[in-house]
């Protein structure tokens, strides 16, 4: 297939890919979901054992060397449970849900670079660490991401239960509007980059630096966002199982649970190697190591990028055994208020940024003295007090009519409705009020000298 | 009679407002735009078996979208008759019934019995029996407050405070252990005195528990008091007026947090308190904010007052004479005919036994008052028009023992 002729200059080729043959097209998907599943029972234990130092414990150390075989073994377990399917839920929807969670969350690995071209072993066949790439990649996870939040609103909506309900309604709002703020952190990476795909985000951080140093901002965004993504603590509000048990996967049993289980650890390594690939020069090797001419050759980078992923979620295991979880309305109130506000900023500033560097115009001092001053400026603005919104003056009270307008109505502020007449019987005046205001603690008299 | 009555007027407005649209009918709370938009609330039972919930209270909230519109605790899972029990116990084994509605302050409760029978015997407890007796109550003190530091982190989504806590509850616990063989329900107490005197050597080794204890609190201090989620969830929430304090007879350290300043081990001092008050090592922890993280605060505060509590007794024991710890009673104890009211600062509030006898060896009546009970009653007001995020910080920052409610 011919692509356009007219090529923007930065723009790196995609010509690497699509030149596969079959079976090593296959070998390839076999391989990652491979990785996937046996990362994730690693991850299950490297959260376990790094939570459990956390908390002056020592974590699953019996079964295989130093416990490494404890999640394969709950695994098994999980799977030979008894599969519940509620009375009141939905059934096919109720089924459907958790492997559209899942799939989504495999696909999305498709496109995601794990090193460079190398030579399959005993044999001559040349490709790439990477299944295959899209000239817009980045865009091909956002969505592929997105169709797994249906999984989630689905299971809750579907097992007819009050709890998964509440737990899906938070998990759909949350996600759509951390995907904003996350595909707006990307919207600078693409600017420095010039491209959508992922293997050319990765040509282009070799050219230069890694993107996480000039595009710091985005790179906070992004981290802060991710973690509202995949509904981890602090942002684990669709399962926050001290208030809604367990979330969307309250009812759920068995494998359609081990199903979520392995979504949510997926989408976890999956946003880790989003933002390795993004801002931490994807499986190029890092500094030290990047003096070695081999480095970047081979298999060696699939460490590397294997590392930085690792990195990533030890930050969001460390997260987790640090902060209570924020509540729903403030968690709403830092994406829409704060994150989705600052990228738009800073994407302005980047572009402005990135129209002056092409243009030639102003040299380098002269734009970190205008960062320096804007930046300067953000943060004495960060000092001035928000504004309190003034108290409502008090409504004038006047009469209440119930039939204002020529309908019942409630009374409004400051109103207040007339007390209801009651009946008191004729001989009811006559009966002494009877004392309820008796200190029950206290013993009376008349109780003292029951005894 | 030709005008109307009044009540039949409001019956028929009533009427008319029901009858608006058929959408509406037979829904307890119309909201929202119409007929077409009507909303139906939700039922959300919290409980009896929910992770918040330390047990089986269970709160039947209805529920606008997440805005909580009523909320109805619902008690007596729990209930055991504890009080008709008592009725046909003798003195020595109402002690072990009693230290268990609270299995968080057992030693307070057992407390409050012995206390109240040897009032009615007029009975003279040994000087060194009373110095052990505080020390322990304060110990029990610090071990109720450390558990709920650490599992009310944990329901605002924070997993790693309770084992701080449940370290420092380890340590304390196994002092406690020694002296008494058991680690929540001591039965330690007896009428008149304790079991038997202290092993050789305690002293020393509690003192170095509370001193572990206190170097290590800050620890739990960090990760949980400067935390600006914990700060959000808590600052401001849930916030408990005096008035409704006194209408529902809330006590203990969520009255304290409002500013309420009752505290019986200075108001109506027991055991030892009136020394250590004079002396100036007890002092009384009150915050006015009443909010969660106020109530949160005084349960911090109160850790160290109670560890400086236990240091001064120690110091105390550790000047006293070798003496009798308990009085040696008849084979078959009987309170003379009478009643009186026994009430301590237990860890969650008053606890309080009134003793009815007609001279035999059981109770005729012996009533218990338990704080938590009034503590959870004042809930519904608390919690009508916050969300649910906002129930589960409140209803953990009430502080209560499922137990000490269902009695």
Redesign the interface.
Known sequence: MNYPSVHLAAEPSLDAFGTDNGWVIALKALLVFVFLVVFTLFNIWFERRV?AR????IGPNVNGPFGLLQSLADGVKLALKEDIIPKSADKVVYVVAPALSVIPAFIAWAVIPLGPVVTIPFTDIRTPLQLTDLPVGVLYILAVTSIGVYGIVLAGWSSGS??A??GS??SSAQVISYEVAMGLSFVTVFMYAGTMSMSGIVEAQAQNVWFILPLLPSFVIYAISMVGETNR??F??AE??????GGFHTEYSSLKFALFFLAEYINLVTVSALAATLFLGGWRAPYPLSLWDGANEGYWPVLWFVGKCLAFIFFFIWL???????????FMKLGWKVLIPVSLVWIFGVSIVRVIQNEGGVDQQTLLIIAGVIVALLLASAFIPEKKPADEPAEPAGDFD?FAGG??VPPMPGQRLPD??V?VPADASQDQPRSDARD????TNE??S?? | MSETPATERAADLRAVTVGIGDGAAGFGHERGGGVDLATQDMVLNIGPQHPATHGVLRLRLTLDGERIVTCEPIVGYMHRGVEKLFEVRDYRQIIVLANRHDWLSAFGNELGVVMAVERMLGMEVPVRAIWIRTLLAELNRVLNHLMFMGSYPIELGAITPIFYAFRERETIQQVMEEVSGGRMHYMFNRVGGLKEDLPAGWLGRTSAAVAAVRSRLPQIEDLVFGNEIFRARTVGVGVLSPELIHAYGVSGPIARASGVDLDLRRDDPYLAYQELLDDGVLRIVTRSAGDCFARFDVLLEQVKVSLDVADACLTRLHELPQGPVNVRLPKILKAPEGSTYAWTENPLGINGYYLVSRGEKTPWRLKLRTASFNNISVLPQLLEGRVVADMVAILGSMFFVVGDVDK
């Open positions: 939570v956390m908390q002056h414990r009050t709890y309900l509440l309604l938070r603590a602090p684990d509000l926050a199982e001290g208030e809604l048990v987790r055994g640090t902060l209570p979880r924020m509540r729903y309305d403030q119930a309908y019942p209801p007449v009946t029950l603690d206290a013993p109780e003292q029951r005894g």
